[in-house]
């Protein structure tokens, strides 16, 4: 019975190619790519998207960052003193904030791609958490900080997973690495300007109007997050097809580019069942969960930069010095991220880009955990950030690994995100306070992650492996095509306007980067 349920459902490469509708030999020659006038469009679309996207991103990104962080920076500033909060409430107020940031993951991107407004509400949210943080100026005990904390997390949650679903309706696979590297260097900028901003702050309003420097660090730095979040409402495009600024000839090309890179249409079917659907594939896939463990212990081996100006404060300098001591190796990492982004898509590899900064930034541990000298120490901060060359390229092979539908990658990326960012809750719980300067328990617990971060990477390139070989036996002429193949392949033929045949070839072109 089974057998004859293939049978009939299945079709020959061979008469698809035999189908009524198919298309011109010159013309089915480009459907698998761009053809020589598209491509000369996809520069000039390219461009626009470059120089309108990106830098939005970036800066609200950067603010995201800052009013995140600046917790850290505040407690540098005199506010455990001021709120009378001892150790282990300070460690709570930190990992408290990524209870509520983790709780909005999934439903909201899911919302996201049903409602298609990324600028109103990704614009909405990013006011909504510089008024949170403006608002914490006001706290006057740990309790009330606590909570604030935990509000902001929840607001600040639909940003990070929607702009990486966002970015990848704009950027095709091959592109996302370099993108993913220049969105996610904002932090890095983040965490060398906010600090010396911090810095700035603590030197020239000391007292001014009666307030502390952390509570005008709160009130500048939130006032700046709430009018970005306004003007990103009104300026931030949608989607291609939505972008009132592109001609119809620039929206055909954004939709048909990325339909040619992932060798199918990224729509969705309408309604929310679409959404639904998407939520139920993101969890039934493998590669998700491997994804989440590596962007896991990613997160968790990156928690020293919550504890940045207090390790830089063991160096023996004071507070002011300590916060500016923090730039410089996130200014190395800002720009050497771009390289490490460009090198990557270049070369069409990820796992390789992802695993060689591993032995780095255990050196770099080890450094810290074991000497004395200045010098030494100092250098291991530049090993350390090396870590963060790494989140370019999982962002970048979350996108390749789980490419459509887009309510499936859309819950990905939130999903992923969610559990990679739960390291954040636990991880400030190995920097004990009795083991400064050295932090060796905490630093130990990095190193473990980056050896099972080295370890999913394995496994995930394996899947993609073997994802490919199945890819390649489909490929074959005589390879035979299921019900559901040939409903995406209806699915794709109808938006691209195109036969089922050349829709086929069109998807025989596709595999994972690996």
């Known amino acids: 019975m089974d057998k004859e349920v293939e049978r009939r459902g299945s079709i020959k490469d061979h008469e698809l190619l035999g189908g009524k509708t198919s298309v011109g030999h010159e013309e089915a020659g480009h459907i698998g790519e761009l053809t020589p006038e598209e491509r000369v469009v996809e520069k000039k679309l390219k461009r626009r998207i470059d120089s309108l996207i990106m830098p939005l991103v970036m800066l609200v990104y950067l603010m995201n960052y800052i009013d995140r962080n600046n917790y850290a920076a505040a407690r540098l500033q005199g506010l455990e003193a001021d709120l009378n909060m001892s150790p282990t409430e300070y460690q709570l107020g930190l990992s408290i904030l990524f209870v509520g940031y983790i709780l909005g993951q999934v439903p909201s991107n899911l919302l996201l791609n049903h409602l298609g407004k990324p600028s109103l509400y990704l614009g909405g949210f990013t006011a909504a958490w510089g008024l949170v943080s403006a608002l914490t100026s006001q706290v006057t005990t740990p309790g009330q900080i606590i909570a604030c904390r ?3 997390g929840l607001v600040e949650s639909p940003f990070f ?3 990486l679903f966002y970015l990848s309706k704009w950027y095709t696979k091959t592109e996302l690495n370099l993108r993913m590297s220049i969105f996610y260097s904002a932090s890095l900028i983040s965490g060398a300007f906010g600090n010396l901003i911090a810095a700035g702050i603590l030197k020239g309003l000391n007292g001014d109007r009666g307030l502390t420097p952390w509570q005008w660090l709160y009130i500048i730095e939130g006032s700046i997050t709430v009018a970005i979040g306004l003007v990103i409402m009104f300026v931030l495009p949608d989607f291609p097809q939505t972008w009132k600024l592109l001609s119809p000839e620039m929206k055909h090309v954004a939709n048909r580019r990325m339909a040619v890179d992932a060798a199918e249409a990224d729509f969705d079917e309408p309604g929310m069942a ?9 969890f039934t ?3 998700v969960y491997v994804l989440a ?3 896991h212990c990613l997160t968790g081996a990156a928690g020293f930069q919550n504890f940045f100006p207090t390790l830089t404060r063991t160096l023996g300098y004071t507070n002011t010095v300590s916060l500016l001591l923090v730039a410089p190796p996130y200014i190395f990492m800002t ?3 771009y390289g490490h982004g460009i090198l990557s898509d270049k ?3 990820r796992f390789l880009f992802f695993v060689y900064p591993i032995p780095i930034t255990i050196v770099g541990f080890l450094i810290f955990m074991f000497t004395r000298n200045f010098g030494a120490r100092y250098f291991s901060f530049f090993l350390m950030v090396f870590l963060f060359a790494q989140n370019g390229t999982i962002y970048s092979w979350i996108g390749g690994a789980v490419p459509r539908p887009p309510a499936k990658r859309a819950a990905a990326f939130a ?6 960012n739960a390291a954040s809750i636990w991880t400030p719980y190995t920097y004990f306070p009795s083991e400064a300067p050295f932090y060796r328990t905490a630093l130990g617990v990095c190193i473990a992650l980056q050896g099972v971060a080295a370890l999913s990477a394995i496994l995930l390139a394996y899947m993609l492996k073997k994802a490919n070989q199945r890819l390649d036996r489909m490929a074959g002429e005589d390879a035979e095509l299921t019900e559901k193949d040939l409903a995406v392949l209806k699915r794709t033929a109808e938006v691209e306007g195109i036969d089922i045949a050349s829709a086929r070839r069109l998807q025989k072109g596709y595999r994972y980067t690996i």
């Open 150 to 152: 935990f509000i902001l």
């Open 161 to 163: 997973a929607g702009v």
């Open 274 to 282: 679409s959404q639904l659907k998407g939520l139920k594939q993101c």
């Open 285 to 287: 896939d493998p590669k």
């Open 293 to 295: 463990i590596a962007y």
């Open 335 to 337: 720009f050497y991220s």
């Open 347 to 349: 070369l069409g590899k």
């Open 415 to 420: 999903a992923i995100n969610a559990f990679g």
